[in-house]
């Protein structure tokens, strides 16, 4: 039996915790092999004593067959699963080139939804799934991933009808206990995704907030629909439907996710880091736009954060 051979690029909460929960299953199974690829003190403490995944219902350590910052130790890999920032991905992307074969695949988990189409133009050769994860989790430390609340769900999939190869990856998935489910309409699904996280991270970001606090007050409530309504607005110009629910469910959402939480972007701007302000606020204004769609509260929100 061939061993698969798959590589996360990116060990924050999202990488780090669906990474650890594979290496748990299957590192030194002779079946698969999980590569990690990490920086700095993060490195040092998954290399010397693995990687550390504190949830509400478990705690564990799990340690990679290999944990390296330097893609020729790992060489070609079958999968490469990134988990990056998507302001990082094409530097990401020419980091991780000498694991990538002809015949190796790239699930991305980032934010936004045109991520697929621009690794494609990256990898023009390469198969390109899409995916995005629906999970609350961050890195508290080197070596550590804290991940809170109830969705750890892991949603992917392929623009073409589904094959062995995906529902064989949806096995290998679910064997490592990770809520995995191969999407036959993936385009809607990264969309609804987007959807929810374009809302959130640009007014967590812009009221400062967390996600409850979003729709606990008729001022932020208020906001938190009239965005969502401009978001729908332009993905129907996209032809994307997301239902007529989608509105109800954004605000479902924020108000049972763990209080005290937020979205990344809301927490880079706090720790004055870098954030995905264009992906995921600005690319809808650029969108309506495109479109002709009036959308005065994304421009005032795109305004305000990209000024910061």
Sequence with gaps: MTKIRIAFLGLGGVGGYYGGKLAARYSGSGRVEVCFFARGEHLKAIQETGIHIITDEEDFIARPDLATDNPQDAGVVDYVIITT???????????IRP?????TIILPLLNGGDITERIREILPENI?????????????????????????????????????????????????????????NIRESIWKKFFFISVSASLTSYFDVGFNELVDTPDRLNMTVGLAEEFLKVAKAEGINLGENAIEQVVNRAEVLPAGTTTSMHSDFKAGNRTEVETLTGVIVQLAQKHRIYTPLYETVYNSLKNR
Excluded: M
């Design 99 to 103: 694991c990538i074969g002809p015949h």
């Design 128 to 184: 390109v799934w899409s995916g995005c994860s629906y999970i609350v989790s961050r890195k508290t430390g080197p070596g550590v991933i804290r991940a809170t609340g109830t969705f750890y769900k892991l949603v992917f999939g392929y623009d073409k009808e589904p094959n062995e190869q995906l529902q064989n990856f949806e096995k290998l998935l679910q064997e490592a206990r990770i809520d995995a489910k191969l999407s036959v």
């Design 85 to 95: 920032k998507s302001y990082d991905l094409r530097s990401s992307i020419e980091f």
